[in-house]
Structures are given as C-alpha cells and as structure tokens.
C-alpha cells in the first residue's frame, strides 16, 4: 500500500497521523475514530493513485474486512472528511454510471448500478429535494425509478431545459408509423403540444424500449440522456 506515493506525500501522512498523538494529546483518539482516519487516508490514495481498486470487494480483500463495514467505513470518511467539492462532483461519478443502465419495458423502471455508496446517498438526498423518488432494493447498489422520474432527474442535473423545434416535431409526427400503445401515442401528442412535463408522465406507464430508443434519438433532451440511448441501445 502507497507504493506510488512519494517520500514526501508518505511524509505529510505520518505527521498527520502522528499529530493526533504525540501533541499533549495521547489517547484521546477513539478507536473508532482513528480506524475512520486511517480508512479515509487510505482510500484517497486509491482514488488518487489505483481507482480500479476502490470498489467494496477490492477493499475487503485489502483490509480482510467484510464489504458491509466498508460500506459504512465509507459513508463514515465522507461525513467526517468530505471531499471538497464532491456536493458537485458526484453527479459526474452518476452520470459515469448511466452507461450501464437498463431500461426494463415490463416494470417501466431504469435500472443501474451505482458503485459509490457516497454517490448514492448524495443522489437520493438531491431527488427527494426535488420531490422525486426512487424505488429501495435490498441489493445497497441498485438504483431504480421510473423512466419519467430519470428523464426530469438527467434534465435538471444538466441544467438543460427541452425546447422542441418544428423539425423536431416533424420527427416526432414520423414515430407515429410506429406500432404504438395509448401511452406512447398520448406522450408523442404531449410533446408536440409542448405539454411536457405532461408527457413524461406518460412515459412512466411502461412504453416499450424499442419506443425509448426512438424517442431518446429523436428528442433533444440532453448529454445524460443520451449516454442512456447509447446504453440501452447496446443491449
């Protein structure tokens, strides 16, 4: 461990964990906090140096720990030493993750996997802020909720708003040759009222992926959505 380290960076480490001991203050440290201190110098090394060895199983090999405490280690390091600028940076860690989702057709719901429990938590704080929600698993890394509810939460994380244009709309009229239910039928209706948020509505009642597919390339909804066509389109 810290092997890509400098002699420096390995310098600035003791003296801060020396710091907490040999300054009129030895022992007055918890355990518990002094494991938290340790974690979180270990893990930005990791992030800094071998991110492929961040995930909870990596580390649980690493540490011989199982991978629930790192888990809680983690949300611990975040709460007690939060990264600066992470109340940003995470969106770009979720928008990272959108490449692997899925769009299931039968329940309606995106699904993916988030693989930060920090970027989890941090996601489910910024949707119920904005009176959204998302459906709890017991798998701690799947993250699911309804299409129309991940089509407003990639929208708002961009900061784009949806205009549609005439052309636009002259391709939305052309998706109606194709084999459509009431539903995606309504929400092609909606858009080209420019009744939208109405329409997203009606694309949180199951439409099909292969309808997702041809309105994701259709519409311009925004840069994280478009990650979302790339993905399920691959599948």
């Not at 940076?89 to 990272?96: I, L, M, N, S």
Request: charged share 35%; with cysteine; hydrophobic share 35%.
């Amino acid at each position: 461990m810290f092997e890509l380290y400098s002699s420096e960076d390995k310098a600035k480490l003791f003296d801060e964990i020396t710091g907490h001991f040999f300054d009129r203050n030895f022992g007055s440290m918890s355990k518990s906090d002094y494991e938290t201190m340790l974690f979180r110098i270990m893990l930005d090394y990791l992030r800094e140096k071998e991110p492929d060895r961040c995930s909870d199983y990596q580390i649980s090999k690493i540490l011989g720990i199982s991978q629930s405490r790192v888990r809680n280690l983690k949300i611990k390091a975040e709460l007690v030493y939060p990264r600066q600028g992470f109340d940003e940076d995470w969106k770009k860690a979720f928008t990272a993750d959108v490449r692997y989702a899925k769009y299931d057709e039968n329940s309606g719901l995106v699904k993916m996997n988030i693989k930060d429990i920090t970027v989890l938590f941090e996601l489910r704080n910024y949707m119920e802020n904005n009176g959204w929600y998302d459906e709890y698993q017991l798998n701690p890394k799947l993250f699911q909720c309804p299409l129309d509810v991940f089509i407003s939460l990639c929208q708002k994380m961009d900061g784009e708003n949806l205009i549609i244009d005439d052309d636009t709309k002259k391709k939305l009229k052309e998706l109606e040759k194709l084999n459509l239910n009431e539903q995606e039928k309504s929400a092609l209706d909606l858009l080209q009222e420019g009744r939208y948020q109405e329409a997203l509505k009606k694309l949180g009642k199951k439409v099909s992926r292969q309808f997702l597919e041809e309105l994701l390339e259709t519409v311009p909804f925004g840069k994280t959505l478009k990650i979302l066509l790339e993905a399920v389109s691959s599948k």
